[in-house]
Each structure stands twice: as structure tokens, then as C-alpha cells.
Nanobody
């Protein structure tokens, strides 16, 4: 079992930045693809970004390209999401997730086996 704990959320004004962190309980996630998802009230959970186990492959949803950057530090069992130029539409609970299967990072919720409890990001106008 892998436990994931997100941190770094908060309240920020539009145009501001936040960096989310996702710490894992086991070193084995260094072999897993990792993803960030978000969910707003009344909406389904949606893909934001994903990174391969070695960081060579990165994927982003179109709405965050050029503003968000996913990265990882396998020595620290931690994945990050740097969020710049934040917009009110980015307001959501952000979740990190781990996919233990081999292959390229995936973008669907059902592809990920392990999930954190989420961290709230609120962007004000």
C-alpha cells in the first residue's frame, strides 16, 4: 500500500503562484508514473499533469500548459506541481495519484491506483 500526502495548497490572488508537493510513504513510487488531478464542486475529477517514473515524459491538460510544471525528486519520494499565473478557474481540490504499471504516464482517473486526500487551491479575483 502506498500513502500519498499533498501539501502546499492555499488562497492566492489571480496571477499568483503556488507549489504543491506530494510525499509518498514508500520509495517504490520512484518506479511509478505520477499524476495530478483536480476537482471543483459539481464537476468530475479531471487530469492536470503527469510524469513518468524517470521524469522524461510529461503530460499536461491544455488549460495549464505553459503555466504549470510537474516534476519529481525520487530521492525524496516527492512529486511537485508548480503553478504559475493562476486563474480563478484553477480553483479546486488538487489530488496526486500513483500508477504502478509500466508504460507512459496515463491521463484517466481510473488508471491510477493510489490517491492522496487532496489539498485545496483557491484563486481569488
Amino acid at each position: 500500500q502506498v500513502q500519498l500526502v499533498e501539501s502546499g495548497g492555499g488562497l492566492v490572488q489571480a496571477g499568483g503562484s503556488l507549489r504543491l508537493s506530494c510525499a509518498a510513504s514508500r520509495r517504490t513510487i520512484s518506479l511509478y508514473a505520477m499524476g495530478w488531478f483536480r476537482q471543483s464542486p459539481g464537476k468530475e475529477r479531471e487530469f492536470v499533469a503527469a510524469i513518468s517514473w524517470n521524469g522524461d515524459n510529461l503530460y499536461y491538460t491544455d488549460s495549464v500548459k505553459g503555466r504549470f510544471t510537474i516534476s519529481r525528486d525520487n530521492a525524496k519520494n516527492t512529486v511537485y506541481l508548480q503553478m504559475n499565473s493562476l486563474k480563478p478557474d484553477d480553483t479546486a481540490v488538487y489530488y496526486c495519484a500513483a500508477d504502478p504499471r509500466l508504460g507512459a504516464p496515463r491521463t484517466a482517473v481510473h488508471d491510477y491506483a493510489y490517491w492522496g486526500q487532496g489539498t485545496q487551491v483557491t484563486v481569488s479575483t
